[in-house]
């Protein structure tokens, strides 16, 4: 018998409501303006950022989801997607675990700029990248970097849920010191006999005590640490170069790509919208904004977003490139050409949702703004 032990196995989707009973909701792409709470250094490089909602209110979302912050940063209006690193579980603080990357506008002004205490407006929370919409009992984490984030909020609601699931947490790291969250995993680790834990690192940095593997993540280690991968359910973040050389080795042992989920906001991974489609005649098409009766002209070769900005209008947005979702607005009247990479779901786009950054107008247009 185990020296720890789980309570028992459940769907994941049941339990979801335990963490939602009593959150609110907050609608996606609707602003809440956050206070920080805490911040916390992960790494030399990264730090977590806790926040509440101004009211102390609990908020609801689904582990794996982004929220878009916003801040004011020299002049400039600047917004960026973050994937939630706190646990549904623990609706009160919602965290976000940000990476300090060179000439990063907004990572550079939270690590210098974020305090306890200030107010920062967010959107969302959204995303697609969620155990809940995938529950398997047998997963396998796959994360580089920074790109830990979703997969700890995943960890620590089904730890927190008492879910007696099978989680394999295999994390890529540049040297062990840059390795987020891993005391916590180790604790959790010790405390969960079915979270099992694979860390791999380029170098061993200035840890020569360092012990684990070093290197790169390949088929043969993954085989060797988990010789069942292939029937697991895949959950990977990390920047693009990982992300496909993780599909690739994962194809390449026979794992189904229908199991496979992805989440990364590395951007110029993604393509950019054409303009193409629409672009020849140069007509203008005028669009209104039902609640706050504004009106502006715009080209068809424009997308309905650059062209708000350019008539002062302030719509939440991050990627610009229909990757996030924080644009999505309900079109009301109208049609648009729309090509997106990912961020919106059909069955949105079946309500009447558009993500505005990717679209270009087909006739005049009413928006739900
Ligand atoms: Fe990211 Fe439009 S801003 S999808």
């Known amino acids: 018998m185990n020296a720890v032990e789980s ?15 009593g959150a609110r909701s907050w609608p ?29 209110m609990p908020v609801r979302f689904e582990p794996g989801q982004f929220i878009t912050v916003s801040a004011e940063v020299a002049g400039q209006r600047v ?20 990476k300090r990357v060179t000439g990063g506008v907004m990572s550079n002004w939270l690590h210098d ?3 306890p205490g200030m107010t920062l407006p967010a959107y969302g929370p959204s995303g697609m990248f969620t155990a809940t919409r995938a529950s398997a009992a047998k997963s396998l984490y796959l994360s580089a970097g920074s790109g830990i984030t979703p997969l700890m909020s ?30 916590e995993l180790q ?40 010789p069942d991968f292939a029937l697991r359910e895949v959950f990977t973040c990390g920047p693009a170069g990982y992300m496909t050389a993780v599909r690739e080795l994962l194809r390449e042992g026979g794992h ?41 002209t715009m080209s068809a070769s424009e997308t309905v977003l650059a062209a708000a900005r350019k008539a002062g209008v302030a719509i939440a947005s991050s990627c610009a490139q229909g990757v996030c979702g924080t644009c999505k607005t309900k079109l009301l009247d109208g049609c648009v050409e729309m090509k997106h990479n990912g961020g919106i779901r059909e069955r949105e786009v079946q309500k009447g949702m558009r993500l505005l950054c990717c679209s270009r107008p087909a006739s005049d247009l009413v928006l739900d703004l």
């Open 7 to 21: 309570i028992f196995d459940e769907d994941i989707l049941s339990r979801a409501e335990t963490w939602e009973r």
């Open 28 to 56: 996606s792409n609707e602003r809440q303006l956050m206070t920080c709470a805490r911040v916390a250094d992960e790494t030399h490089d990264v730090r977590t950022f806790e926040f509440r909602t101004q009211d102390a």
């Open 79 to 98: 917004e960026r997607c973050y994937t939630i690193s706190s646990p549904p579980t623990r609706p009160y603080l919602v965290a976000i675990t940000v």
């Open 113 to 115: 700029t974020l305090r």
């Open 154 to 183: 995943m960890t620590r609601a089904s730890l927190d849920l008492g879910l007696n699931r099978d989680i394999a947490f295999v994390h890529s790291a540049r040297t062990p010191g840059d390795i987020v969250f891993r005391d």
């Open 187 to 226: 604790r959790l680790a010790l405390r969960s006999p079915r979270l099992r834990l694979f860390f791999v690192c380029e170098g061993i940095g200035d840890e020569p005590e360092w012990t684990g593997a070093v290197g790169r993540l390949s088929l043969a280690r993954l085989s060797a640490w988990l």
């Open 256 to 296: 189904d790509p229908a199991r496979y989920h992805q989440e990364s906001f590395d951007i110029a991974s993604a393509t950019p919208p054409p303009a193409d489609a629409i672009d020849s005649t140069q007509q203008t098409f005028t669009v209104k904004l039902a609640r706050s009766s504004k009106t502006f």
